[in-house]
């Protein structure tokens, strides 16, 4: 085997397991050969950060992340001075070492963040991509290969709100949800290490529980939960007792609800 052949099989081995869905995979890498920033919308843990992981890889960039919160200021994404040994020495944020490197930025849950970053991210987001760095009093364009990704998730009813609509109108959306049966079947498979008709009754419970009518639950059961409760069945734990800790209580706190939820994965799950 030659060098580039093995340097082939670890790109391989090392590519983050991911199964399309639709056409999401066609259209990010459409995207990226414009340049155009991505937004991905979707519930929690239906598979969004493992979609731009697998795109990165694929395309062999690099993948700088941050995540939104409330106290989240354009200085964290763009860089500080800070104070070493008496000197104020200038520190690149994620955002300003993704546009020199030409790397992928995702961020996280964009809405979360303060509107002052809308501020850096809009002149990154159209034909400009640019990046102007007020405190050093330069503006950097972006190298070739910067892609600026974003994610938010419609559910969160005010967060639909204050994303700004010329930001929404920037970017590329991609719609990600929770994969059909059979992919949701072979995801949990594959994630939590159990066999496939264990992980097909997962699903089910899933299911059952994401069509709930009149649900009083803010999250439906993700992906991301039917995994942990599969990574327990894996550890020996029964069925039941997984879909309890890992799914039942995470959804809620109210013993109400808590029981309604056991009481219909009672009904799903086959008798042990
Ligand atoms: N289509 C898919 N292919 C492979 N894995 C998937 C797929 N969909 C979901 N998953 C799995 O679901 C889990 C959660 O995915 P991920 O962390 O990417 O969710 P997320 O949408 O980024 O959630 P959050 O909004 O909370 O950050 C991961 O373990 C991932 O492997
Ligand atoms: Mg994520």
């Keep these: 085997m030659s060098i580039s052949q093995a340097d082939e099989v670890l ?12 056409d999401e995979v066609e259209v990010f890498q459409a995207a990226a050969r414009r340049g155009s920033p991505v937004l991905l919308k979707g519930p929690t843990g239906c598979g969004k950060t493992r979609f731009v992981e697998t795109m990165a890889h694929g395309l062999g960039r690099e993948l700088i992340t941050a995540a939104g919160h409330e106290d989240m200021t354009s200085a964290d994404l763009v860089g500080r001075f ?21 790397a992928i930025f995702y961020l996280d849950e964009v809405v979360e963040a303060r509107q002052d970053t809308t501020v850096v991210i809009h002149p990154l987001a159209d034909h400009r991509r640019e990046l102007p760095i007020d405190r050093l009093g330069t503006t950097l364009r972006a190298a070739p290969g910067f892609q600026l990704v974003i994610s938010y998730n ?11 609509e010329s930001t929404r109108q920037r970017f590329v959306a991609i719609e990600l949800d929770f994969p059909p049966v059979d992919i949701e079947t072979e995801v949990v498979t594959y994630e939590a290490g159990i066999p496939p008709e264990t992980a097909s009754a997962l699903v089910k ?5 994401r069509t709930l009518d009149g649900s009083p639950l803010r999250e439906v059961a993700s992906t991301r939960l039917l995994i942990l409760a599969g990574g327990l069945v894996a550890e020996g734990l029964s069925l039941r007792s997984a879909v309890q800790s890992a799914v039942v209580q995470a959804l809620s706190d ?5 029981r309604a939820l056991g009481e219909l994965v009672d009904a799903v799950l086959p008798r042990a």
């Design 11 to 22: 790109a391989e081995l090392e590519a983050p397991f991911y199964r399309a869905v639709g």
């Design 82 to 102: 800070l104070l070493k040994g008496g000197e104020t020495v200038w520190a690149d944020g994620p955002l300003t070492r993704a546009v020199r490197e030409g």
């Design 154 to 164: 419609p559910g969160y009813q005010s967060v639909l709100k204050s994303l700004k």
């Design 205 to 209: 419970v899933g299911r059952a529980i």
């Design 254 to 258: 109210d013993p109400d609800v808590v």
